[in-house]
């Protein structure tokens, strides 16, 4: 089964740091760009970041750009999301996805495969 999955939520306090990490299980993710994504309850899904095949390209929400950073290492097929200066309004589950293309364009539509997110808490 070709599926991909989350590790690394929690619950922290604001101001501290996360990293989740995102592997696959069935297929490469050295091949696809990646994407993270998030969904606080009653909202929509939103996307958070993307990264290209080869790590080359990274795009950033705006809410999170200067505190999160999108990586991969491709020898040992993850991709991590480190997450610092966490506030409370950053409290969602995250996902991560992967999308047949080696550029770094992640719209939420058009991913492939789809973890089944990991609980970030943000809270005092």
């Known amino acids: 089964q070709l599926q991909v999955v989350e590790s690394g939520g929690g619950l922290v306090q604001p101001g501290s740091s996360l990293r989740l990490s995102c592997a696959a299980s069935?297929?490469?993710?050295?091949?696809?760009?990646v994407g993270w994504f998030r969904q606080a309850p009653g909202k929509e899904r939103e996307g958070v970041s993307c990264?290209?095949?080869?790590?080359?390209?990274?795009t950033y929400a705006e809410a999170v750009k200067g505190r999160f950073t999108i990586s991969r290492d491709n020898t040992n097929g993850t991709v991590y999301l480190q997450m610092n200066d966490l506030k409370p309004e950053d409290t969602a589950v995250y996902f991560c996805?992967?999308?047949?293309?080696?550029?770094?364009?992640?719209?939420?539509?058009?991913?492939?495969?789809w973890g089944k997110g990991t609980l970030v808490t943000v809270s005092s």
């Open positions: 990264i290209s095949s080869r790590g080359g390209t990274t």
């Open positions: 996805a992967a999308r047949d293309v080696r550029i770094g364009s992640c719209p939420v539509d058009r991913m492939d495969y």
């Open positions: 069935g297929f490469t993710l050295a091949y696809y760009a």
